[in-house]
Every structure is written in C-alpha cells, then in structure tokens.
C-alpha cells in the first residue's frame, strides 16, 4: 500500500498566483527584520512561489516602491514611512 503523505506547504496561494511588484503592501508580508525576504520555510511558499516573490520584491526595490537596505529600517525593525507625492514637504 502506498504511504500517503501531507505536503510540506499550505496551500495558501494556487500555483499559478501572480505577486505583483506594484503592490508593496502586500510584498511586506515576505519582509522580514532589517528588509531581508523571509526564506520558504518561515513563509511556506513553494520553490517557484518563493523565486516569484524574491523577484517582484527586488524589482519593487529597483523601482523605489519598497525600502532597500537596513538604514531604511528603525531600531523596531518597522519601515519608514514613504510619501507617494514625491518631494512633497
């Protein structure tokens, strides 16, 4: 008889789920401490869910949607508040 075995992932999002990078909102789910990505064993996404993610949060990063870096993050580890007017006082 054949072992049945329970996956490894929740099935959270369907396989063929888009991660936009023009939603930073949601992007900061997978952010962790200091801006890193959260890796797929925390997260529990699959290996194409995580390299899809990793992706559309560097490409936010590229575009300034998303902070880089840990000088972007307080000593609570929280982002910093960005304006969506730029250069606005």
């Given at each position: 008889?054949?072992?049945t075995?329970?996956?490894?992932?929740?099935?959270?999002?369907?396989?063929?789920?888009?991660?936009d990078?023009?939603?930073?909102a949601?992007l900061?789910?997978?952010?962790?401490d200091?801006?890193?990505?959260?890796?797929?064993?925390?997260?529990?996404?699959?290996?194409a869910q995580?390299?899809?993610?990793a992706?559309?949060?560097?490409k936010s990063?590229?575009?300034?949607l998303l902070?880089?870096?840990?000088?972007s993050y307080d000593t609570?580890?929280?982002?910093?508040?960005?304006?969506?007017?730029?250069f606005?006082?």
């Open positions: 008889m054949k072992k075995t329970r996956s490894k992932y929740r099935q959270e999002f369907s396989g063929d789920h888009v991660f990078y023009k939603d930073p949601s900061t789910r997978f952010i962790g200091g801006g890193k990505i959260t890796p797929s064993r925390i997260s529990k996404l699959s290996v995580q390299k899809r993610v992706a559309a949060v560097k990063r590229n575009l300034a902070p880089s870096g840990s000088d609570f580890h929280r982002a910093e508040a960005i304006s969506p007017v730029p606005e006082i």
